[in-house]
C-alpha cells in the first residue's frame, strides 16, 4: 500500500464498475471513456454495455434506464463479472434498476441531486432510499454531481441546463480518482470530439476535472484503489468490440482470398454497427450496399458472389427470417455467401437491445426443403475476427453459404486483442475456373458449372465475361453437372445428397473437439456455444480450484458440421450440462445427433451467463451444496 498526505491507495486485483443513468445521461460514453483510461494502464478488461429496450423511454423511469459494466483486473480474466464491486448511480431509477445485482456490502456512488420528489416518484419510489436507511446494508456516497457541474462550467459561460448534460463527466473524473485512472488521454479526446463546438469540450472539461478533484479533497473516501497492469503477451494491442473484430475479419479475409469485398445490408440493431464499420474502409476495396430492406441486402450479396466478390450480409434474427428463401436461392446456387446473425432477444421484435442464442435452430432448419448449410460461432468479441475468417475459408472452398453467429453481448461488449500478424492468418484460395472443364460429344470443348471438385465436392466459380465459360443459373433444381434445368425426380435426390455431402464433409477440415480435461476422467463435462464462453469457462475454473471438482469443458466453434470427434468424447461422460441463452437448442442437436443425456441449462432474460450461475449449476449436477 503506497499513501499520499491524504489518502492512502490501496492495491486491489480487479474491480467491477457499473455506471447507470437515464439513456440521456450519456452512461455508455461514460463507461467507454473509463474502459479506454484503463487500457492505458495495461489492465485486463471487459465490458458489458446494457442498452434500454426503447429507442428513448421517459427520462427518469426504470424502462430508460442504460447502464455499462467494465470489469478491469491485474490478470487474465473472462467476464464483466459476477456482480459490481461499485455503482455509479445518477437517478433513482438507476439506483432502483440496479440495486437487486449489488452484493451487500458494496459501494453505490449517487448522484445526490437527482433524488427529489418528482425523480423518486417516476422511479417508483415511496420513500427516498437516502434517508430511509434501507441501503444500509450498503457503503453509501452521496454526491452532488449535478450542481457542481453546473457550478464549474459558469465560468464558461454554460447555462445551467447545458452544463447539466457534463455530469456524466463529473462521474467519470470521480471514479477516475477512486480508481486512479488517468484523466489526460480523456481530456485530449474530449478536445479533438468537440473541436466544433469548444463551448462543449470545455463543460466537459471542466467537469471531468471537478469530478477529478472532488474524489481528492472532499474527504468522503478513506482511500482510493490502484490496478496494476495485467500481464500481456509481447504486441500491439487494441480495445476492439465484437461488431468491430468481425469488420476487420471480414476485410482480412477479403485481402486473404484477393477479392473485392461487398456488404449488402439493412440497418438492424445489433448489426448496424459492422455496416458503419466496414463503410469507412474503402481503402481497402470494400463496397457497402445499405439496401431498402433485408431481401435486397441479401439479394445484392448473391449478385456480388455471382461476380466474383466476397459478398456478406449483415443482420439479427428479424433480417435472418426474411433472407432465408434468398439463402436458400445461394444454396441452390452453391456460391460463396456470409451471412452475419448478430442474435437478439426475439421473436419478431423482442428486445432489441437485448443478448439471446436462439437463432441456432433458425440457422440449422430455417429453411424450406433439404438446405444445410456451414455454421460458425464466435465466443469471445475478439474472436469474431478469427471466426468472420474461417466462416469466410468454408463459404469460398466448399462454394456454400456460411452463417456466422454473433450476438448482442459479443457485439457490444469489448476486450483487449492483440493484433496478429498478417503473415499468420490463412491463405484463402478463390480457384476461379480458367478454362471449359467438358467435352460434349462433337468434340467441343464447353463449360459445365456443376462438375465437382472430387475432394470437396465444390462446384466450379467462373465470374461473368471470362471467354468460353458462359453459364445461367437459377433457383430451380439443376441437373448433375451440365447444371442445365431439371426436373427428373432422381437427379433432384441425387443432388440433394451432394449438397448435403459436401457441407457434412466439413467435418475432416476443421479442428478435433478442443477438450479441457486435465485428468481425462472428469466427474462432468460442460459443453457450450458462442458468447456463453466467459461465463462457462471461469465457472468451470472457480469448481476446480475452489470446491476441488474434476470437470471437464468443450466449446464449439463449429455448429454445422460437428467436429469429426465430437461423439466419441461425448459417449465418455455420464454428465453434461449445455448453458445456453435459449430454450435449449444445441440441447436439442446434441441429442438428436448423439443420443447421450445431457441436461439443459437455459436463461433468456437479455443478459450473459455470471460464472456465478455456472458454477452453481455445476455443483448442483455433482450433488454438492451451492
Not at 433439404?370 to 474472436?383: D, M
Request: proline share 7%; hydrophobic share 40%.
Amino acid at each position: 500500500m503506497s499513501t499520499t498526505e491524504d489518502h492512502p491507495t490501496e492495491q486491489i486485483d480487479q474491480v467491477v464498475v457499473r455506471f447507470a443513468g437515464d439513456s440521456g445521461d450519456g452512461m455508455q460514453l461514460t463507461g467507454d471513456r473509463f474502459t479506454s483510461m484503463s487500457a492505458v494502464l495495461g489492465n485486463d478488461m471487459a465490458t458489458f454495455p446494457d442498452f434500454p429496450a426503447e429507442i428513448r423511454a421517459p427520462a427518469g423511469t426504470m424502462a430508460g434506464v442504460s447502464a455499462f459494466q467494465v470489469h478491469i483486473s491485474d490478470h487474465d480474466i473472462l467476464t464483466p463479472g459476477d456482480a459490481p464491486n461499485v455503482l455509479v448511480a445518477m437517478n433513482p431509477a438507476a439506483l432502483r434498476a440496479n440495486l437487486g445485482i449489488m452484493p451487500k456490502g458494496s459501494t453505490l456512488i449517487v448522484n445526490a441531486d437527482a433524488f427529489d420528489d418528482r425523480s423518486l416518484t417516476k422511479a417508483g419510489y415511496q420513500e427516498n432510499p437516502l434517508t430511509d436507511h434501507s441501503l444500509s446494508a450498503f457503503t453509501v456516497y452521496e454526491v452532488p454531481m449535478t450542481s457542481i457541474t453546473q457550478e464549474v462550467c459558469k465560468e464558461a459561460g454554460v447555462k445551467p441546463r447545458d452544463a447539466e448534460r457534463s455530469k456524466n463527466f463529473f462521474a467519470l473524473g470521480l471514479v477516475s480518482w477512486l480508481y486512479t485512472r488517468p484523466i489526460d488521454p480523456t481530456i485530449e479526446w474530449i478536445t479533438k470530439r468537440f473541436a466544433d463546438h469548444p463551448q462543449v469540450g470545455e463543460a466537459n472539461t471542466r467537469a471531468l476535472r471537478a469530478g477529478y478533484d472532488f474524489g481528492e479533497t472532499a474527504e468522503l473516501f478513506e482511500s482510493n484503489y490502484e490496478v496494476r497492469p495485467a500481464h500481456f503477451e509481447p504486441g500491439e494491442y487494441v480495445n476492439i468490440t465484437g461488431n468491430t473484430a468481425l469488420a476487420w475479419g471480414l476485410i482480412a479475409a477479403a485481402r486473404q482470398a484477393g477479392l473485392p469485398l461487398f456488404l449488402g445490408s439493412y440497418p438492424i440493431t445489433p448489426a448496424s454497427d459492422i455496416l458503419h464499420e466496414l463503410s469507412r474502409r474503402k481503402e481497402f476495396g470494400v463496397r457497402t450496399f445499405q439496401a431498402e430492406d433485408e431481401i435486397a441486402g441479401v439479394g445484392a450479396a448473391i449478385g456480388a458472389a455471382f461476380g466474383g466478390a466476397l459478398g456478406v450480409t449483415t443482420t439479427s434474427g428479424p433480417g435472418l427470417d426474411l433472407k432465408s428463401e434468398a439463402i436458400g436461392l445461394a444454396i441452390n446456387l452453391e456460391l460463396p455467401l456470409l451471412i452475419v446473425d448478430v442474435q437478439r432477444g426475439g421473436p419478431s421484435t423482442g428486445l432489441p437491445t437485448k443478448t439471446e442464442q436462439a437463432d441456432l435452430l433458425q440457422a440449422m432448419y430455417g429453411r424450406h426443403g433439404e438446405a444445410p448449410l456451414p455454421i460458425v460461432a464466435a465466443k469471445t468479441p475478439s474472436h469474431c475476427f478469427a471466426a468472420a475468417i474461417e466462416a469466410t475459408r468454408l463459404a469460398v472452398k466448399y462454394r456454400t453459404p456460411v452463417i456466422l453467429l454473433s450476438d448482442g453481448y459479443l457485439a457490444n461488449g469489448a476486450e483487449p486483442w492483440r493484433l496478429p500478424e498478417v503473415a499468420d492468418l490463412p491463405v484463402i484460395e478463390p480457384n476461379f475456373a480458367t478454362e471449359p472443364n467438358h467435352t460434349e460429344a462433337d468434340g467441343s470443348s464447353a463449360y459445365w458449372p456443376y462438375v465437382r471438385d472430387p475432394e470437396t465436392l465444390a462446384r466450379p466459380w467462373a465470374p461473368p465475361g471470362v471467354p468460353g465459360l458462359e453459364h445461367r443459373i437459377g433457383g430451380l433444381e439443376k441437373a448433375d453437372g451440365s447444371g442445365n434445368v431439371s426436373y427428373d425426380g432422381l437427379n433432384h435426390e441425387q443432388m440433394v445428397h451432394l449438397r448435403a455431402a459436401k457441407v457434412a464433409g466439413i467435418a475432416r477440415d476443421i479442428p478435433l473437439t478442443a477438450l479441457d480435461d486435465p485428468s481425462g476422467a472428469a466427474e462432468m463435462l460442460v459443453i457450450g456455444w458462442g458468447s456463453t464462453y466467459g461465463a462457462i469457462l471461469a465457472g468451470v475454473k472457480r469448481m476446480r480450484a475452489r470446491r476441488g471438482r474434476d470437470v471437464a469443458h468443450i466449446h464449439l466453434t463449429h455448429l454445422n458440421p460437428f467436429p469429426a470427434d465430437l461423439g466419441e468424447i461425448l459417449a465418455r461422460y455420464d454428465k453434461i450440462l449445455v448453458p445456453e441463452l435459449n430454450g435449449g437448442q444445441l440441447w436439442r442437436m446434441l441429442r438428436a445427433e448423439f443420443l447421450v443425456d445431457a441436461t439443459a441449462l437455459s436463461k433468456m432474460q437479455g443478459t450473459p451467463f455470471r460464472p456465478v450461475e455456472i458454477e452453481e449449476a455445476i455443483l448442483e449436477m455433482l450433488g454438492g451444496t451451492t
